[in-house]
């Protein structure tokens, strides 16, 4: 692997070590907020789960949703506890009691240095709703919506500077799902409003849900064409698996990843081009994660219950090295990634999980970490020569990297794709820069589908890692599917 300072790609932006807290199934309620549970602080949050987020790092977390959110009405979850409405939602066929609304969000992301990242209801909600949550959350007092506030303790604003337009909107399954151009204009609409409330604030347009979408791309086209730089985002949205049994395609989905950024991105500049614009939309990735066992109509469909348990997928090594797959795919892209929320964070597809008054941590938990942190820097593009195998993507190397450099330190994200053999990798950066390793460590287990479970939690984790030698060469004998992240000292 071949690295250069001068071959800068962008710097990495903090805010794609995001997470994403919906209210669905157990993420809320049994998950970060549990005022029954014995872990429970003098907020209702669960102090347990709060020590591991925060040990996650993240920076930025989107709420309340994902589809939760098309049918949300904010107002019902502020003011005082006892008088919110217990409502029957749509998006998951639950119970919701609006217990946890704006004011406790704000609170959880204050406790855990989160930027919160708010997704305005545009399925059955109105541009005029939306604008009045910006007032809620981000004006000074002395006008309605901010007063309420106020009134219910926060003189001071929740100060929420991005602002996501709706969710998946070309999905027919999303409430309101409407045409690119019709949501487009209720989309721009609705972004003046809030923009002529707070001109500080960033708006993500929706985007395609993914690259299987029948309309695909043409979607994007279309909105950030007719949002006229209402849009300083879009935003991407992937779930993979390996429901085949193909570990060695499954751990190539970087490329794939790639290639999903690169398309929008080439979208979002075709349109600036026809344009004639100065600005451009960037790629707000704001829903990724491994998801594919727990698809079945009883994990989506609550009955009509509060807090059932809806999307707990179970995590093993190959999902944990995906994991890593994505990140270091955002951070080979970190001119045009600027934000990315892994999803989500408890119970629901989440790196933790609650069982009573227990706690696990899953095996993404440790891949996400060791991206998390090595934040900052500079993003490098890296030349790799070295031995490939034939995918879905063609020939990839087993080698998946990524590497980002700052004035004295160079991180260095590596992964082992072939199943049975090691790999022997060498790091050419400038001759005599490396000085010595300050940190690795390395998620590793004996098989790809070792997991963690309540009774044996370390089966998946992160350890120190010491097979680095610096002394003439900078090389490592890299095992068999594992991911190693290393924080190298500059000379
Ligand atoms: O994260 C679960 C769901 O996946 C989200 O609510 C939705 O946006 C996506 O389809």
Not at 183 to 189: C, D, E, G, P, T
Not at 355 to 366: R, V
């Amino acid at each position: 692997m071949t690295l250069d300072r001068r071959f800068a790609v962008g710097a990495v932006s903090p805010f794609i070590y995001g997470g994403f807290l919906e209210h669905m199934g157990r993420s809320i309620y049994q998950g970060v907020y549990d005022p029954e549970s014995a872990h429970a602080d003098e907020d209702g949050f669960r102090a347990d789960v709060i020590g591991a987020l925060r040990e996650l790092a993240m920076t930025i977390v989107r709420y309340p949703g994902g589809n939760f959110a098309s049918g949300y009405r904010w107002r019902d979850g502020i003011g005082d506890r006892e008088s919110r409405p217990t409502v029957r939602e749509l998006a998951w066929q639950s119970i919701e009691t609006n217990e946890f609304g704006t004011d406790e969000f704000i609170r959880l992301c204050r406790k855990l240095d989160w930027t919160p990242m708010l997704t305005v209801n545009l399925g059955t909600g109105s541009p005029e709703e939306a604008r009045d949550w910006v007032e809620y959350c981000n004006a000074p007092t002395g006008t309605l919506f901010a007063d309420m506030r106020a009134a219910g303790g926060s003189e001071a604003a929740h100060a929420v500077p991005v602002w996501c337009l709706g969710n998946e909107m070309d999905g027919p399954w999303q409430l309101g799902h409407a045409p690119a151009g019709e949501y487009a204009l209720r989309a721009r609409q609705a972004a003046r409003m809030m923009k002529a409330c707070d001109r500080s604030i960033e708006t993500v347009a929706c985007g395609s849900s993914g690259p299987r979408m029948p309309t695909w791309l043409e979607w994007d086209r279309t909105v950030l064409e007719s949002m006229r730089g209402a849009a300083d985002y879009v935003s991407l949205h992937r779930y993979v698996g390996n429901p085949d049994g193909d570990s060695p395609g499954y751990l190539a989905i970087g490329h794939g990843i790639d290639r999903q950024i690169e398309a929008v991105d080439a979208c979002c500049e075709y349109v600036q081009a026809r344009a004639g614009s100065r600005r451009r939309a960037f790629l707000c990735f704001d829903e990724w994660n491994v998801w594919y066992r727990a698809r079945g109509a009883g994990d989506t469909d609550g009955g009509g219950k509060f807090a059932p348990h809806l999307i707990e997928e179970r995590y093993n090594l190959e999902d944990a090295l995906v994991v890593g797959a994505f990140l270091m795919s955002f951070i080979r892209h970190a001119d045009c990634v600027k934000i990315a929320n892994l999803a989500q964070l408890v119970n629901v597809i989440g790196p933790l999980l609650t069982e009573g008054d227990e706690l696990l941590k899953q095996s993404i938990f440790y891949a996400f970490k060791l991206f998390s942190d090595r934040k900052g820097g500079t993003a490098l593009s890296a030349h790799i020569d070295g031995p490939l195998y034939e995918t879905e993507y063609g020939a990839v190397p087993y080698l998946d990297a990524a590497a980002t450099v700052s004035d004295n330190s160079l991180n260095l994200f590596a992964m082992n794709r072939h199943l049975s053999e090691p790999l022997p990798l060498v790091v050419e950066f400038g001759p005599g820069e490396i000085a010595r390793v300050e940190s690795s460590e390395m998620v590793h287990a004996s098989s790809l589908d070792a997991e963690n479970t309540f009774e044996a939690p370390n089966t998946v984790v992160s350890k120190p890692f010491e097979g680095w030698s610096t002394r003439d060469q900078v090389v490592v004998e890299l095992p068999p599917h594992s991911l190693v992240a290393t924080t190298f000292q500059l000379a």
